[in-house]
């Protein structure tokens, strides 16, 4: 008789809650990679997740450690209020770009320019996905979606804004990395990204944030595969993958 | 500690500390900066978190998240200020979580002015935040009464796990007056917070989970009669006001709250050497309202006379609690115009021009 070997297992970082993403999306693969992290640092027990407003609401449900639901923005604020009581707990928010580049921009810079000592994941995937595909402050110039029937007009609405870029420049941050889950590659970058990102809160070195470049196939009005190629070709170019700050390279401790 | 001399806005602060506070998140706004000010200086000596946020939306996001961590905490603002904050204070009465919202009215609408002003009665008693929830709202006249009320506050709020706003005008936050702030408050059975999001390793075996979504609509209107249930609860054991001048039968009846009721004291004063007798109900909790007061007023007074620093909000509770059963007039004065004892005892003296149609 064949021994059985387990060879892979669902991390304990997730619930059991079957996720409420659209076939083909990668929140998924991002929960995934928080939800190990959370537990290869061994923190899941000390871990308060902030869910935001959009996709993702759900997100409380899905990450097996404690969780707050923010309102619309909020999240980094949320978050914020939670750490500074108890700054001994691992507090992480999970945010789309409606959320986080649009309607809570000002959340987000603050709680960035204050360094606190948490870690945003921030899933950039160019589109409001929930509410049905209208253009994000993320949206690519000539991207259609439901509020840019003809293709986003960079002259009327201003061109796809660079959050990565834009936080690297303020002093509390610690570590910024822009990445994407779209291959095997890119994948275990993503998965390295996001520990590092938790490694740093638990050694308190201050604001950390990740951006994960995604699909919306559902919104984009693509096949996942596609969706994936044109993340690939069409976004990445105007959101270049890299590290935008480390903190930690300079400052070991 | 003997009674003290302190001005109203630092009296908030001290009495916050007094009652426990472990957090304070807060944007600066006229007439309250002596809150933040005497809470930033003491709250930090004393390893306590102060923070300044960015703005008044973000101040009451973080005490949702301090206040589902289990912290004691509070807010306090200025009536434009307030009406940024009233989104968080939705969610944090339908995540039911404990906090307290000091809030020190001006004069509105809009951006409005810097004086004394009751123009946010519909602020914190109808809210301006979305959905079936309530505070529960006191509204004290003076110093001695604010600083026990704020003390009592963190024990209510932790209680009922509601937000529980102290509202007061500028003028109680701007003046100074003696106050003892070592007088006991009730002791009340306070459950440990074993719903607080503290991490799972202080709760093995359960998640815990500050939230507000309800997608079934059937689980949301079951939330909806039970904090109903909750808030009838809050109604029958909270609900505080003051009987003025009732030991003979008043001809007429006033009803005014805060700086308004103590103006509306020297004016019964007045009115009785005159020969008129007036009496006075002055709601405490402004919400839940003291509708039962009104069973107190005689059957053959002449006329209930609502008094505000306002164009008449609270008038709709009286009108309400006196269910058609007296004259109700009004008199209000706004904008941060507060008026001289002499001009409710002529609003009283020519009642029938103030009545309500």
Known sequence: MAETTVKYEKTKGLTDKPLSYCPGCTHGIVHKLVGEALVDLDILDKAIGVASVGCSVFSYEFFNCDAQQAPHGRACAEATGIKRVLPDNIVFTYQGDGDLASIGIAETIHAANRGENITVIFVNNAIYGMTGGQMAPTSLKGQKTTTSQDGRDTDWTGNPIKISEMLATIEGVAYIERVSVHDPKHYLKAKKAIKKAFQYQKEKKGFTLIEVVSTCPVNWGMKPVDAMKWLSKEMIPVFPLGVYKDKGDNHES | ?357
């Open chain 2, 1 to 357: 500690m003997a009674k003290v001399l302190m001005k109203g806005n630092e009296a908030i602060a001290l009495a916050a500390i007094k009652g426990g506070v472990d957090a304070f998140y807060g944007y600066p706004i006229t007439p309250q900066n002596e809150v933040p000010e005497y809470l930033s200086k003491h709250l930090l000596a004393n390893g306590k978190v102060f923070l300044q946020s960015e703005s008044e939306v973000s101040a009451i996001n973080m005490v949702y998240g301090a206040a589902g961590a289990g912290a004691r905490v509070m807010t306090s603002s200025s009536s434009p200020g307030i009406a940024l904050k009233q989104e968080g204070i939705s969610y944090i009465a339908a995540a039911e979580l404990p906090c307290l919202i000091v809030s020190v009215m001006r004069g509105g609408p809009g951006l409005g002015g810097i004086q004394p002003s009751q123009a946010d009665y519909y602020q914190a008693t109808r809210g301006g935040g979305n959905g079936d929830y309530s505070l529960i709202v006191y509204a004290p006249e003076t110093i001695q009464e604010m600083v026990d009320t704020i003390k009592e506050s963190f024990d209510i709020a932790d209680y009922y796990r509601n937000p529980v706003m102290v509202l007061v005008d500028g003028l109680i936050g701007q003046m100074m007056e003696s106050v003892d702030f070592d007088k006991p408050v009730k002791e009340r059975f306070l459950p440990e917070k074993d719903w607080a999001t503290t991490g799972t390793a202080n709760h093995p075996g359960r998640r815990n989970v500050a939230n507000s979504l309800e997608i079934d609509p059937v689980a949301l209107e079951q939330k909806n009669i039970r904090l109903q249930e909750k808030y009838k609860l809050i109604k029958k054991n909270e609900t505080r006001y003051e009987m003025v001048n009732f030991e003979e039968e008043p001809e007429y009846v006033i009803v005014a709250y805060g700086t308004m009721a103590r103006i509306c004291r020297s004016a019964i004063e007045m009115l009785a050497k005159d020969g008129i007798n007036v009496g006075m109900i002055r709601p405490i909790s402004i919400l839940p309202f003291p509708d039962e007061a009104f069973d107190e007023i005689p059957k053959k007074a002449k006329g209930i006379l609502c008094a505000e620093l306002s164009m008449g909000q609270m008038l709709d509770d009286v009108l309400i609690s006196n269910n058609g059963r007296h004259k109700v007039g009004f008199f209000g004065r706004s904008g941060g115009m507060v008026p001289d004892p002499e001009e409710i005892v002529d609003a009283i003296k020519n009642f029938s021009e103030r009545v309500v149609k």
